[in-house]
Structures are given as C-alpha cells and as structure tokens.
C-alpha cells in the first residue's frame, strides 16, 4: 500500500554563486521530518535541485508524494523541459548543453521510481511547509 507523503523542499544561495543550502520537510502520516545540507560553491538553482534529489531519496519507492517546491525552474523543468533535453541530448532548443544537467539526469532517474506529483508554491508567502523549509536551507548555509 502506497503512503501519502507531502514534501517541502528550497534551496538557498548566499551570492550566486556562493555557500548553498538546501532543505526539505517530509511528512508521513502524523510524523514529520527534516532534512538539510550544503555546498560551499553553487548556485541557488543548483540548491533548489539538491533538495527535490535528496528528499526523494529519503523516501522509498512505496510512498505516493506530493512535493511542493517555490522554484518554477525545477518543477517546470522536471514537468515539461526535460522531455525535449532528454530528447536532444541534454541540449536545450538553442543547442547549448543544459546547465546542471548532471542534477536533472538524477532527479530524472529517482523521480522515474516513485509516483510524484510535482506543485509550485509561492516562496515566502506565509505557507508554513516552505517557510520551514526555506529556513531548513539557511541552515545548511551556515553548516559550511
């Protein structure tokens, strides 16, 4: 049997680039849990990527997740880009490689596994779920 599963992720960037953090909160059932990190030198999209990879990693491939992210980059990317990159050899429509596309292969693959359903969520506009998860990446900042 499949468990829902709510996921809030954000990435964060002190310069761009610069120190990074990336956070995400999961939920399953009555249970809630944190996950954070950082890089010393990145971007803050590269941040925003890290934090979808990371939280599905967490879950196994038995879970049904709702993930909610603030940045259209990756959920219009992982929605609707990455079919036409995939189908033109990790090039985008003007023919340039795909920047991160060694982050969009693995959300690729990991995402391919689980059943997610991806949504945006305005960033810093009160939702609890991405404020916490917007402060689980200030933290992975200041972990470097």
């Given at each position: 049997m499949n468990?829902?599963?709510?996921?809030?992720?954000?990435?964060?960037?002190?310069?761009?680039?610069?120190?990074g953090?990336?956070?995400?909160?999961?939920?399953?059932?009555?249970?809630t849990?944190e996950?954070?990190?950082?890089?010393?030198?990145?971007?803050?999209?590269r941040?925003?990527?890290?934090?979808?990879?990371?939280?599905?990693?967490?879950?196994?491939?038995?879970h049904?997740?709702?993930?909610?992210?603030?940045?259209?980059?990756?959920?219009?990317?992982?929605?609707?880009?990455?079919?036409?990159?995939?189908?033109?050899?990790?090039k985008?429509?003007?023919?340039k490689?795909?920047?991160?596309?060694?982050?969009?292969?693995?959300?690729?693959?990991?995402q391919?596994?689980?059943?997610?359903?991806?949504?945006?969520?305005?960033?810093?506009?009160?939702?609890?779920?991405?404020?916490r998860?917007?402060?689980?990446?200030?933290?992975?900042?200041?972990?470097?």
């Amino acid at each position: 049997m499949n468990k829902e599963v709510i996921v809030y992720t954000d990435g964060a960037c002190s310069g761009n680039p610069g120190p990074g953090g990336w956070g995400a909160t999961i939920k399953i059932g009555d249970e809630t849990f944190e996950i954070f990190g950082g890089e010393d030198n990145t971007t803050n999209n590269r941040m925003e990527l890290i934090a979808a990879i990371k939280a599905l990693e967490y879950l196994n491939e038995n879970h049904k997740i709702t993930l909610y992210t603030d940045s259209s980059y990756v959920k219009d990317g992982i929605t609707k880009w990455i079919f036409n990159w995939k189908k033109n050899n990790w090039k985008t429509s003007a023919k340039k490689p795909v920047k991160n596309s060694d982050l969009w292969i693995q959300l690729d693959e990991i995402q391919n596994k689980r059943e997610v359903k991806w949504n945006w969520v305005k960033g810093h506009a009160g939702n609890l779920g991405n404020e916490r998860a917007d402060e689980l990446a200030r933290m992975g900042i200041k972990e470097i």
